[in-house]
């Protein structure tokens, strides 16, 4: 069964430094997200991505993020300047049409900001 | 803000019973409704889907949506100790891109 890919799974970082968590979203899906999911809290929506732009982020995405589809397959989440409220696990997901509305989420990347 | 709204539990219940969790939402424009389930550490994985008022059954998952009340809920039938997990509701953002607003969870607990 075709899967959302994550990697790294977990990544330990310093505060300040940039970070980019890498996706491979399933291979026909046109639509694709990055979730986050503060450990005890409930996921929050980032951004979407559709078309080749950010369709819609929350206000949670701000500067120091960005995401990109470099190419046909990778879908990226860099954080510029990492904070220690970073720290996360980040759900990349995607969907496409014909899935009706139903969004498929990879494993996770769990960042750790020291 | 458009909220989700779940009861955190735990709600616990023995092997075999049915477990009932409970969903409000408050966009009234919302057309899809989603349950997932997480286990602790790992990512949420889909359970049912449910576009329409009334049930939808799949295995011993029974999903329900009542538009009018803006309540959808999901019936566990013969819970089994596997069970034990978070039970996240997810409701469409109408418009757009179809983003999912989540619930913080009920914490499922199934004992032998």
């Known amino acids: 069964e075709p899967e959302v890919t994550q990697t790294p799974s977990h990544q330990v970082t310093q505060m300040g430094q940039e970070v980019i968590l890498r996706c491979v979203p399933i291979?026909?899906?046109?639509?694709f997200y990055w979730y986050r999911q503060i450990l005890g809290q409930k996921v929050e929506f980032l951004v979407s991505?559709?078309?080749?732009?950010?369709?819609?982020k929350s206000e949670i995405f701000d500067d120091q993020f960005s995401v990109e589809r470099p190419d046909g397959s990778n879908f990226t989440l860099k954080i510029r300047s990492t904070k220690l409220e970073d720290s996360a696990m980040y759900f990349c997901?995607?969907?496409?049409?014909?899935?009706?509305?139903?969004?498929?989420f990879g494993e996770g990347s769990w960042l750790t900001v020291v | 803000q458009k909220e989700v709204e779940q009861n955190s539990g735990p709600l616990s219940v023995p092997e075999g019973a049915i477990a009932s969790l409970n969903c409000t939402y408050s966009?009234?424009?919302?057309?899809?409704f989603f349950w997932y389930r997480q286990y602790s550490g790992k990512s949420p994985e889909l359970i049912m889907s449910i576009y329409s008022n009334g049930d939808k059954e799949d295995g011993r998952f029974t999903a329900q949506l009542n538009k009018a009340s803006q309540y959808v809920s999901l019936l566990i039938r013969d819970s089994q100790p596997s069970d034990s997990a978070t039970y996240l509701c997810a409701v469409n953002h109408p418009g757009g891109y179809n983003k999912l607003i989540f619930g913080a969870g009920t914490r499922l607990a199934v004992h032998p």
């Open positions: 991505f559709y078309n080749n732009e950010i369709s819609e």
């Open positions: 291979s026909n899906h046109l639509y």
């Open positions: 966009d009234r424009g919302s057309q899809s």
């Open positions: 997901a995607s969907r496409d049409s014909s899935s009706g509305n139903t969004i498929y």
